[in-house]
């Protein structure tokens, strides 16, 4: 196994990718990947859609 598949499958990547799934979807409460916040302004991708490129740039636009 390479150092990348090995990287993956460490502990240390497990237990942080769980800290950060928990951060997103119950702290922030994300519908779906990917989402973007700016403060209190969130977008977020439809399920199965995701967001256009004029969504993001109207949003930055906005909030930015």
Known sequence: ?????Q????????EKRLKLNKYGWEENALNSV???RL???R???VYSVGVLRQQIEEFLKKYA
Request: aromatic fraction near 14%.
């Open 39 to 41: 403060g209190d302004a």
């Open 34 to 36: 990917p989402s973007f």
């Open 1 to 5: 196994m390479d150092a990348f598949h």
């Open 43 to 45: 977008l977020d991708a």
């Open 7 to 14: 990287a993956l499958d460490s502990e240390a990547y497990k």
